[in-house]
């Protein structure tokens, strides 16, 4: 399947209405995989990808706020608010939201992010308007009622200690505050219990209008969709609301870079009785605008992403030090993080830690060979189409893109910048990000002696 840029803009209105400017971005043959944008007066995004062979169809808001946007006495408001938006509307009450999408088989989730919040349902192509309707209705119509805000502060502060009670998950908090502190990349998204204890139902509702308004807001579907009846039905949903009353509005850009710190050798450990010692060793990554990210993804591949990775065979196949281990990428809009993250048992933390340090500096003065690039080209490639086999992640995709990047890029276009990256690219970007100073964060049972040798490990 091939898909090729297209620029030509139509523009479309309703006797009495303002005008909706629709483009084809991306054209599919025979109509897959065609991608379409309407920007509707009022600033609202819609961005659709054709799937007629496909009998589902997903739907979801992105807003575009996160966590990063928070004040540190607002911390874990983005969150929050994700759980009150399905707590019942001026049209529905929870129940009627839940069952709505139940009865007709689908699915509804929403998760927040560090920069962004997407609230989505899948569904048979048939039900996608109820689909859209309710959707629609829980982003512009929540009532944040206060009793709601009590209420789901308790399943708030379940879902932190949840996170709290998991080392393997709660590790990687850990790191991001080794490598940020406490600007706000270096916060959890979910808060902590002080902060969502001290969050008033005004603070919430405040935050919702300011965050939620059309030009914050990017509406994806994907699947058996047709493009025309989606803008309608999204038209509709938001003009019963009175959403898009500010026709002259335009949509927000894509969130530009500012000034965050990064920390370098510092060390945040935690001590506590598990089985297991969760560790990340990392470092500064790139951000994800940068067009070394498709270096540093084949990179990544080679070093910790799959069983036939460098880290994966010297940790775990050679020696046998550790179940799961493997390297990571998280890219922001002004810098990035690259980390390895491995369990083993506590007595072994030093031994696994000078094997990842050896790998990484090996590769940062060496690079990749041919054939390992090869492998890393074709395991990254074809895990990324993979990936994109349902509606779901078609969705995720054009939202993500339009969101951050503000434009939408074909799969073949992906799979040519991969296949185009060159071993010198790998290693001008392996020098640049692994030649930093790691950081480090550990949980696990710690003594004095052990903790002041991981200090020293990364010196």
């Given amino acids: 399947m091939t898909s090729r840029p297209h620029r030509a803009t139509a523009r479309t209105s309703t006797e009495g209405r303002a005008v909706a400017r629709t483009q084809t971005l991306l054209q599919g043959e025979n109509g897959i995989g065609t991608i379409r944008r309407t ?57 009627d939201i839940s069952s709505a999408i139940d009865a007709v088989g689908g699915e509804m989730n929403a998760f927040t992010a560090k920069e962004y919040t997407c609230y989505y349902a899948r569904v048979l192509d048939a039900d ?10 829980m982003l512009t119509g929540s009532l944040i009622d206060p009793a709601d805000v009590d209420a789901e502060r308790g399943v708030v502060l379940e879902e932190i200690a949840m996170t709290e009670d998991d080392p393997g ?19 959890p998204v979910l808060g902590t219990v002080e902060t969502v204890n001290g969050l008033t139902r005004d603070q919430i509702a405040r935050f919702y209008r300011r965050h939620y308004d059309p030009t914050h807001l990017v509406v994806t579907a994907a699947g058996n969709v047709d493009h025309a009846a989606v803008v309608r039905q999204v038209r509709a949903a938001f003009d019963r609301a009175g959403a898009l009353a500010r026709e002259d509005a335009v949509p927000l850009a894509p969130r530009g870079g500012s000034r965050t710190i990064r920390t370098a050798g510092r060390v945040e450990l935690l001590d ?55 390297s990571y990428t998280s890219g922001f809009a002004d810098c990035g993080l690259f980390g390895v993250y491995a369990g083993c048992r506590p007595s072994q933390v030093h031994d696994v830690l000078k094997i990842c340090r050896d790998e990484l500096e090996r590769v940062a003065r060496t690079g990749l060979g041919d054939e390992e690039l090869r492998r890393a080209i074709g395991q990254l490639s074809g895990s990324t189409v ?10 995720n995709r054009i939202g993500k893109s339009e969101l951050c990047w503000g434009e939408q890029m074909s799969v073949d276009d992906m799979l040519a910048r991969m296949a185009a990256v060159t071993p010198d690219e790998v290693r001008e970007v392996a020098r640049e990000v692994l030649g930093h100073r790691p950081s480090l964060a550990v949980i696990g049972p710690l003594k004095d002696k052990q903790a002041a040798r991981l200090h020293e490990a990364v010196a």
């Fill in 169 to 187: 998950d709660c590790v990687h908090d850990l790191f991001a505050k080794a490598m940020f502190g406490t600007a706000p990349l270096g916060r």
């Fill in 272 to 326: 506590r009785a598990t089985e297991q010692a969760h560790v990340v060793l990392g470092m500064p990554g790139i951000p994800r605008t940068d067009d070394r990210r498709w270096a540093l993804g084949v990179l990544n591949t080679a070093l910790g992403g799959g069983m036939s990775s460098r880290l994966f065979q010297e940790v775990r196949e050679k020696r046998g030090l550790a179940y799961s281990v493997y």
């Fill in 386 to 395: 993979l990936g994109l086999e349902d509606t779901g992640a078609l969705m």
């Fill in 39 to 95: 920007v509707l007066p009022g600033g609202l995004r819609v961005v659709t990808e054709t799937l007629p062979s496909v009998r589902s169809a997903t739907f979801g808001i992105w807003a575009h706020v996160g966590s990063r946007d928070e004040t540190p006495a607002l911390g874990g408001a983005t969150h929050y608010l994700e759980h009150l938006l399905f707590k019942g509307t001026g049209r529905r009450t929870a129940l």
């Fill in 128 to 137: 996608l308007p109820l689909a859209i309707d309710v959707v629609c209705d």
